[in-house]
């Protein structure tokens, strides 16, 4: 009798330290992804600003984040291997999922707004501009 209870207690013990594990899992790979996507905004943010001191001004029209990473890399102010967070780190250029990125200006191209949003729930995770949010801390 008492073999079988050492065993239940033992099993027990295993159970929950998988579970520990399985959740310390989950915890990094959540902040291994907030990384990579600040990471993201910030490498879009800097081949802005180059836009900027290039042409004084922003991108002259809101869009998606896809589209604003292939016209600053078309203009040589971005790396063509910038990967996708959300897509196990494919490219932008080869992944169907969805980004979660966008870019908008006002009419006059004189500021600016990123905003990363999570692809399933489209909560902003983050958003970076030119004016009140110039930081991501």
């Known amino acids: 009798m008492k073999r079988k209870k050492k065993a239940k207690n033992w099993l027990l013990l295993i159970g929950m330290i998988a579970t520990l594990g399985a959740?310390?899992?989950?915890?990094?790979?959540?902040?291994?992804?907030?990384?990579?996507?600040?990471?993201?905004i910030l490498t879009i943010q800097q081949g802005v600003q180059r836009y900027h001191v290039a042409e004084e001004a922003y991108?002259?029209?809101?869009?998606?984040?896809?589209?604003l990473i292939k016209?600053?890399?078309?203009?040589?102010?971005?790396?063509?291997?910038?990967?996708?967070?959300?897509?196990?780190g494919a490219r932008f250029s080869e992944s169907p999922t969805p980004n979660g990125i966008a870019y908008e200006t006002d009419i006059f191209a004189e500021s600016f707004a990123i905003i990363a949003t999570d692809p399933e729930t489209g909560d902003v995770l983050y958003r970076l501009d030119s004016s009140e949010n110039p930081s991501l801390e």
């Open 59 to 67: 991108p002259p029209k809101s869009m998606s984040g896809i589209d």
């Open 23 to 40: 959740w310390m899992i989950h915890l990094s790979q959540d902040r291994l992804l907030d990384q990579r996507v600040r990471s993201l």
């Open 71 to 88: 016209l600053l890399q078309e203009r040589g102010e971005l790396s063509d291997a910038l990967a996708n967070p959300w897509a196990s």
